[in-house]
């Protein structure tokens, strides 16, 4: 009974939340809402989505990247994290309807292991719809990313190594496959041999230590344990067709033209869609080439939706407070630790190596590396996909603010309870660019040239240096705050600083504290009135 009376007391709270900032327009018009994240991913974007579903939505899509995305919730209790399907899946049984939308990569294998995950957990799928013509994901995309980071030895991107990017390569290039084609076999035969001509001779003229290698690849448990490699050396196509073929009756029930669904419910249902990967590693907005290969802005979610960016009538942005990670390489001007901690999360560490490296670390550690490594701990902060630690570093406005231009500027604040104990919170409100002299554009980048808004080219951003503005911290817990003037005051001080000190032009709307549904405040109009800079 006190389970139930604190879920209707949220969903009220989240109703005067909505009429409180956007009246009756909201009931009326507001129809599609897009939720993703402002930083380079892992920003909290699961926990939303589920809670929106349960709150508000009709219908779920996921419509970007791949099984390269880890999203995680709890959902009554149990901790879920799904790769390729969407949030909104447990409350499938609600006849909440969740979509693969057209433009994600889709790998048959991690789709059929969550939907079997999924319903072993007592949730059901009947209301899943995968789009007919998402990008199909096949073994070789896999291979082919992996051998790629394997080459590329200080120049690799710190892929996944999932094959999202062979993947939309092919498509690109006009020689990818799309899951309905696995509902036809004969063309699904002919297509595929078409797509690995070029692969297969490519394998067929490795040396013996190369033939090692791809034997090492294709046996990984991803790759169904070598059920697709020939001792030639080359990929069994056959063994690839009969499998996706099983894939394809397995997933028959579920492909739809989702495209056509979703525009067909405009204006009708509740849609909401999920986000994958950050802004900052959009292929086309973040820092090329150290970036996802698809668009994880609110105009890249609408298309591979089969929608428009202007059919999204309100888009929240997600931001931790105050701290923000990355996972792969990359320039991350505020890590702490810069390069060394770059080096040592992406060469191969692991949580057991960091605990037993780092076991006496603390978040007031005057040694970066080490703050860096005991906030990553208590953050939980390690890839759902890859397991990889993820680069910890201080909030970034000056990123931030590059990314508000995705209209996004709706803002929600997720793990403030990670920094709670930390004494000194410093935040990037500018850099200082201490390379040499640089041309971008018209214009000539000098050394002490003072920086403010994001430069997204990697040339640049590898001279910055953060200039901080640094706060006292907070003790006491804020896990149990319902309201803003629950919060402490020295956290309230920061957020004014960020919202409306610091030129960040956007408003704070959710605040979280905590992982749990029931861990979050809804930020009221009133409430910004705290966060006016105080009269000198």
Request: with cysteine; proline share 4%.
């Amino acid at each position: 009974m006190r389970k139930e009376l604190k879920e209707k007391k949220l969903i009220e709270s989240f109703r005067l939340f909505l009429w409180d900032w956007f009246g009756e327009k909201f009931s009326k018009a507001f129809k599609v809402i897009a939720i993703s994240c402002l930083q380079f991913g892992d920003t909290g974007k699961g926990k939303f989505i589920h809670l929106l579903t349960w709150l508000w939505a009709h219908i779920v899509a996921r419509s970007t990247g791949g099984d390269n995305a880890g999203h995680t919730f709890y959902h009554k209790g149990r901790e879920i994290v799904l790769h390729l399907l969407p949030c909104g899946m447990p409350f499938d049984n609600k006849g909440v309807v969740n979509i693969i939308g057209s433009g994600v990569a889709f790998y048959p294998k991690a789709a059929v292991d969550e939907i079997k995950m999924l319903l072993s957990l007592g949730l059901t799928c009947d209301n899943l719809k995968i789009a007919l013509n998402a990008k199909l994901l096949l073994p070789h995309h896999i291979l082919l990313d992996r051998l790629g980071e394997m080459g590329a030895g200080k120049e690799k991107i710190g892929s996944t190594g999932k094959g999202i990017q062979p993947c939309y390569t092919d498509f690109i290039a006009r020689k990818g496959l799309v899951l309905n084609d696995v509902l036809n076999p004969e063309i699904f035969r002919k297509k595929l041999r078409a797509s690995m001509r070029s692969v297969q001779a490519m394998l067929s003229n490795h040396g013996p230590s190369g033939k090692k290698v791809v034997k090492e690849i294709m046996s990984h448990p991803h790759l169904e344990d070598g059920l697709y490699y020939s001792e030639d050396g080359t990929l069994n196509e056959e063994a690839i067709i009969a499998k996706y073929i099983e894939y394809g009756e397995y997933l028959r029930k579920y492909i739809f033209d989702t495209d056509e669904f979703l525009r067909g419910k405009l204006g009708k249902a509740n849609i909401l869609l999920e986000g994958a990967q950050g802004y900052l590693l959009s292929i086309d907005h973040g820092t090329y080439p150290y970036v996802t290969s698809s668009d994880c802005s609110p105009a890249g979610l609408a298309k591979g939706a089969g929608l428009r960016e202007t059919d999204i009538d309100l888009s929240f942005g997600i931001i931790k407070g105050f701290y923000e990670t990355r996972v792969g390489c990359g320039p991350f001007p505020t890590e702490m630790g810069g390069k060394t901690s770059a080096s040592w999360c992406n060469n191969g560490a692991t949580k057991e190596m960091e605990d037993a490296a780092y076991i006496n670390a603390t978040v007031n550690d005057q040694n970066e590396i080490r703050q860096g490594v005991a906030i990553r701990r208590k953050g939980g902060e390690y890839g759902a996909t890859t397991k990889r630690p993820r680069r910890t570093g201080w909030l970034d406005l000056v990123l931030l603010r590059h990314a508000l231009d995705s209209g996004a500027n709706n803002i929600i604040l997720t793990k403030l309870d990670i920094l709670t104990g930390v004494k000194e919170i410093k935040v990037c409100y500018a850099y200082r660019y201490e390379g040499p002299d640089y041309n971008y554009g018209a214009k000539v980048l000098k050394s002490g040239e003072i920086i403010l808004k994001g430069i997204m080219d990697p040339e640049v951003l590898d001279y910055c240096v953060p200039l901080y503005t640094t706060f006292p911290g907070w003790n006491k817990s804020i896990k149990k705050a319902k309201y803003v003037l629950d919060l402490p005051d020295n956290l309230v001080r920061i957020l004014k600083y960020i919202f409306e000190e610091a030129d960040v032009r956007a408003k704070p709307r959710i605040i979280s504290v905590g992982p749990g549904p029931e861990e979050t405040i809804f930020v009221g109009v009133n409430d910004l009135r705290l966060f006016s800079p105080e009269k000198k």
